[in-house]
């Protein structure tokens, strides 16, 4: 299976930030109330050791797209969190023959793509 990079520099950078904050290696200070605000930076606090209450778990939601051979889009499912999105679009990609899309729809960004048919 191969998975087609696709330019997302924001999920990215965000994707990027968290397995640093994971390993330690970055660390944002208290003060940094708009970082703290959105929901994605959660995880990111309870790590530094931010109170709770100052932030909300919230998961990226992420959609699953087929294309099917007559070009039509199929929605397949909609999954929580970067890695269980992309755990799921490869288990999906070893059932079906055509392209799946990986999409974040707020931001309206392709995170990933498999099964791409060549041109």
Known sequence: MKISAVENAV???????????????????????????????????????????????????????????????????TVEGHEQAMSTLRKLAALTPNELRLMHLPTQNLIARMNEKAE
Not at 25 to 32: G, Y
Not at 53 to 70: G, H, M, Q, S
């Open 11 to 77: 999920e990215a950078g965000i994707y990027s930030c968290d397995q640093l904050m994971h390993a330690g290696k970055l660390k944002a200070f208290d003060s940094l109330s708009n970082f703290y605000s959105v929901a994605s930076h959660a995880v990111f606090a309870t790590l530094i050791g931010v109170p709770e209450k100052r932030t909300k778990a919230v998961k990226r939601r992420y959609d699953l797209f087929e294309v099917l051979p007559d070009g039509s889009v199929r929605w397949r499912c």
